[in-house]
């Protein structure tokens, strides 16, 4: 005769008792999932915010450039503003609007040490169009070397350098119109 405590076989319990330390096992298994999926995702939308902001802050610097390069009053398209600007600068080389802006551009370039990085970091953040269509969990992310995320810091500051030196020459002129 089987062993009952309780009411209930022996056996029975155990039984029970597998089945919960089963189900158990596959509820803690199905949390750390969920805990590595929450994580991903956490580290895929902090990444995709940085991009964003990044790519906005770079197009701040682009038309801020173009602000304080063109002469005063030129309006100027919001798309491509950096590799339209340097065209420009060719362009207008021999011109008094010219050798100003490249003088100009002289001083904007002196303020980092100005190399080919810069102006790749601009062209990559330029091209960098994710899918919005996807959800997060479908992004790639994306990555910036160290030597990036300097060129992105360098970037940053010359647009915060750009946009007082333009609010330097704003006032300047609205002194000289006032007298």
């Not at 940085?50 to 063109?70: C, D, G, I, R, W």
């Not at 960098?128 to 940053?156: G, H, K």
């Amino acid at each position: 005769m089987a062993e009952k405590r309780n009411g209930v076989p022996y056996s029975r319990r155990n039984t029970r008792a597998q089945n919960d330390r089963e189900r158990m096992e596959r509820l803690e298994s199905q949390v750390a999932q969920l805990t590595d999926d929450m994580n991903s995702l956490r580290e895929k939308s902090r990444n995709g915010f940085y991009v964003f902001e990044t790519k906005h802050s770079m197009q701040n610097f682009e038309e801020n450039l173009a602000l304080y390069l063109y002469p005063r009053g030129r309006i100027f398209a919001r798309t491509e503003i950096f590799p339209r600007l340097m065209t420009w600068l060719i362009g207008q080389r021999n011109t008094p609007q010219g050798r100003d802006a490249k003088s100009r551009w002289q001083q904007v370039r002196n303020e980092v040490q100005w190399n080919r990085s810069h102006e790749n970091v601009l062209t990559k953040l330029r091209n960098l169009l994710p899918d919005i269509t996807q959800p997060v969990a479908m992004w790639e992310p994306v990555s910036f070397t160290e030597v990036e995320n300097r060129c992105i810091r360098d970037l940053y500051r010359l647009s915060q350098c750009l946009a007082d030196w333009i609010g330097e020459e704003e006032n300047a002129r609205e002194q000289i119109e006032a007298l």
